[in-house]
């Protein structure tokens, strides 16, 4: 390209932000490597390379990014990108791109796209947020998922099959011994029939006939099936259309496993507002157990929907909130009215909203005044109850005992108070520690106004104390983002079991931290971590720089996270918070230490704002 074609392509270029950051060396080679593609309306669409991805540079047109099921994601003019969702996430790009207007695009390779990120702060930064607005219009929850989610999320996975040849009898045994109402019948390995329970009964026993019939002779021969990556609306539609409540999952005929009428109703009574309805309505904990069985499919649900991972850790609390007000109101009506007004609290991450799989329970109770032993009694009996309900129904017991149902965290507002008065104007390290839990609160049941006094005399002494801010940044940095030489990922190790990188407490626990710091430092009274972080900045109390980052490195973790943890659902795996970098791409690995590293900045930046005079 010589100089005359390149000098309208470069002034078009030092114009558009992030570009007009770089240096004048930089832009220059990065026009020299643009290619150029035109693009009419007739196309329809943009043929969008999935193996060899990279930024779309809209020098004039229009053009649609949409979902595969059409729903629309961005809008996208003259100076304006698309392509770079997928160099960022390191994943196959889905999206399609309607071509609007009849447009002129620059193309920017992937190796060039991560050498100016590399080089370039303020480059990267643009792109990693917008890669996260897009996250965020991508993942909006919707709770009728279940028509755009895919039946591989609901499907039954212990496929059972039979040959043709075998008799009935055995058919029936085989049913019998694994509890199932049907069987898919094979050949070679190739399905080519289906055995249900009311083909038994309608073929076999209606007709008087014995168990020595070979199950080819009662089977329904070449039934309808489906594929793993169809959508579960089309599976409801299908099992509709033909009246029938076995639909056989198959791949190149090759049968994988069973989709039945009760793994539909299932699906749609894990949604939310269903599943919390089901809670209200419940009487006893057994009950109440059977309906937490389904809090799994939910969370496996909602993170196969892509939803973000505020969103999701709001609506798995807010399951959580209507578990704990329920099993209370049942104590209540067994035990009667209780003798003085009481606050149920929630501490940590319940406290926060941001419950993923495996979160325990952190509970307290604040009492109207000074009980007497009757008194105390009562709520003994009552936090007992609900502790070990909640434990029953899959939020495991504290390992550190902070709980209702220990009596001393059975207090009075006063000595409530106290307690964290105490924290605050002689806090030693050990103990502020452990009570960093205690400043993440949020009232579950009761007399809120004994809360809300609460929280108003915690933040009056936070707010502004030199001394207390400098001790909370002391236990925020006992702990750092797993970077090691070179800035590369550090790995945690378990003797000679490689455990991989703990998400939780490396990473999003961290930034929690970090924000706490800021938060009771100036008195704000949001719980949540990002509504913390924008209340932070309504009150310009955070450089804005620093708090977008961290909005953006929570959220990126916390998604990871998430996937990492339905992925391990689907292999059937025990559900933890260690990631193994080895199954990331390279660009996510990238990514992640970009994340790292900004909560390893954000220490430095609190270890000079507090500590700068200790």
């Known amino acids: 390209m010589d100089n005359s074609e390149l000098q309208p392509i470069l002034a078009f270029m030092q114009k558009l932000a992030p570009f007009d950051a770089l240096h004048e060396q930089s832009i220059k080679q990065c026009c020299q490597a643009l290619t150029i593609s035109y693009y009419g309306q007739q196309q329809k669409l943009v043929n969008v390379e999935t193996n060899e991805p990279q930024l779309y540079i809209v020098r004039s047109g229009a053009f649609e990014v949409t979902t595969q099921q059409g729903e629309l994601i961005d809008r996208v003019g003259e100076g304006e990108y698309f392509g770079f969702s997928g160099m960022l996430s390191g994943e196959k790009v889905i999206n399609k791109v309607h071509i609007l207007e009849d447009g002129l695009v620059y193309h920017l390779s992937a190796k060039m796209f991560d050498q100016l990120r590399a080089n370039s702060h303020s480059f990267d930064r643009f792109f990693n947020q917008a890669f996260a607005k897009r996250l965020r219009n991508q993942g909006s929850i919707t709770y009728n998922h279940i028509n755009t989610a895919r039946i591989t999320n609901i499907m039954s996975r212990n496929l059972t099959t039979i040959t043709g040849d075998a008799t009935i009898h055995k058919?029936?045994?085989?049913?019998?011994?694994?509890?199932?109402?049907?069987?898919?019948?094979?050949?070679?390995?190739?399905?080519?029939?289906?055995?249900?329970?009311?083909?038994?009964?309608?073929?076999?026993?209606?007709?008087g006939l014995d168990g020595s019939l070979l199950v080819k002779q009662v089977m329904t021969e070449m039934p309808a099936t489906i594929e793993p990556n169809a959508l579960i609306f089309e599976a409801m539609l299908k099992m509709s259309e033909l009246n029938i409540h076995h639909l056989p999952v198959t791949q190149n005929k090759v049968p994988v496993a069973m989709l039945t009428s009760t793994d539909l109703i299932r699906s749609q009574s894990s949604q939310p507002l269903l599943l919390i309805g089901q809670i209200d309505r419940q009487?006893?904990?057994?009950?109440?157990?059977?309906?937490?069985?389904?809090?799994?499919?939910?969370?496996?649900?909602?993170?196969?929907?892509?939803?973000?991972?505020?969103?999701?850790?709001?609506?798995?609390?807010?399951?959580?909130?209507?578990?704990?007000?329920?099993?209370?109101?049942?104590?209540?009506?067994?035990?009667?009215?209780?003798?003085?007004?009481?606050?149920?609290?929630?501490?940590?991450?319940?406290?926060?909203?941001?419950?993923?799989?495996?979160?325990?329970?952190?509970?307290?109770?604040?009492?109207?005044?000074?009980?007497?032993?009757?008194?105390?009694?009562?709520?003994?009996?009552?936090?007992?109850?609900?502790?070990?309900?909640?434990?029953?129904?899959?939020?495991?017991?504290?390992p550190g005992n902070i709980m209702a149902q220990n009596p001393k965290l059975q207090l009075t507002l006063q000595q409530w108070q106290q307690k964290f008065t105490n924290w605050v104007n002689s806090p030693k390290p050990t103990a502020l520690l452990n009570a960093t839990i205690f400043f993440d609160m949020r009232p579950i049941f009761g007399d809120l106004a004994l809360f809300e006094q609460l929280q108003k005399s915690v933040l009056s002494t936070t707010k502004d104390n030199d001394i207390f801010s400098a001790a909370m940044t002391q236990n925020a940095l006992q702990s750092t983002a797993p970077l090691g030489f070179f800035r590369n990922l550090a790995i945690e190790r378990d003797g000679s079991e490689v455990k991989g990188i703990d998400l939780k407490h490396k990473g999003n626990a961290l930034i929690n931290d970090i924000v706490r710091v800021y938060s009771l430092a100036a008195g704000i009274e949001e719980v949540n971590t990002c509504k913390r972080i924008e209340a932070l900045i309504a009150e310009c109390s955070i450089d804005k720089e620093i708090a977008m980052s961290l909005l953006d490195a929570w959220e990126f973790i916390a998604h990871k996270r998430l996937m990492n943890q339905g992925l391990q659902f689907n292999s059937v795996q025990p559900v933890s918070n260690y990631i193994l970098p080895d199954t990331l791409s390279s660009l996510v690995r990238h990514q992640l230490k970009d994340a790292f590293k900004v909560i390893h900045e954000a220490q430095g930046t609190i270890r000079l704002k507090f500590l700068r005079q200790f």
Request: net charge neutral.
């Open 283 to 398: 009487n006893n904990v057994e009950d109440l157990i059977q309906i937490s069985q389904k809090i799994p499919d939910l969370l496996h649900n909602l993170i196969s929907s892509d939803a973000k991972a505020i969103e999701i850790g709001r609506i798995l609390t807010s399951v959580t909130d209507s578990l704990t007000r329920r099993l209370i109101k049942i104590k209540q009506k067994q035990l009667s009215e209780a003798p003085m007004n009481f606050c149920w609290l929630a501490f940590g991450s319940q406290g926060r909203q941001d419950q993923m799989a495996g979160s325990d329970q952190d509970n307290a109770l604040i009492l109207e005044r000074e009980a007497n032993k009757q008194e105390l009694h009562y709520f003994k009996q009552l936090s007992e109850y609900v502790c070990s309900a909640l434990n029953d129904c899959g939020f495991p017991f504290c």
């Open 171 to 207: 058919a029936a045994k085989l049913m019998s011994d694994n509890r199932l109402s049907s069987l898919v019948v094979i050949d070679k390995k190739i399905i080519c029939g289906i055995l249900t329970d009311r083909d038994l009964r309608n073929r076999v026993l209606a007709k």
